[in-house]
């Protein structure tokens, strides 16, 4: 399970500490809740944990999509799909 620490800052903060909430963010492995007016506005977190979320996200999507195509019986048996690889490999080469 993804457990995402958060830090709320207030705007004026990312603004006049940016090098130390940019450095929260990549060594606490943190998000960073920015405000506007008390209220949730942007969130800052590192690049890194931001491609790792990325890639998870996408992961799921796909998780989904082939849950539906089961619901929807859209499958087909794994070696006519192994078969179909190595036609598309035998092609390229």
Known sequence: MLALQE?????A??????????????????????TVNGRGDTVSLSYEKYKRMKARLELLELLAESEEDVRQGRTAPIEDTFNDLRNILKETK
């Open 7 to 11: 830090d709320i800052r207030p705007s």
């Open 13 to 34: 903060d990312l603004r006049n500490h940016y090098n130390e909430i940019s450095k929260e963010c990549r060594e606490n492995d943190e998000a960073v809740i920015i």
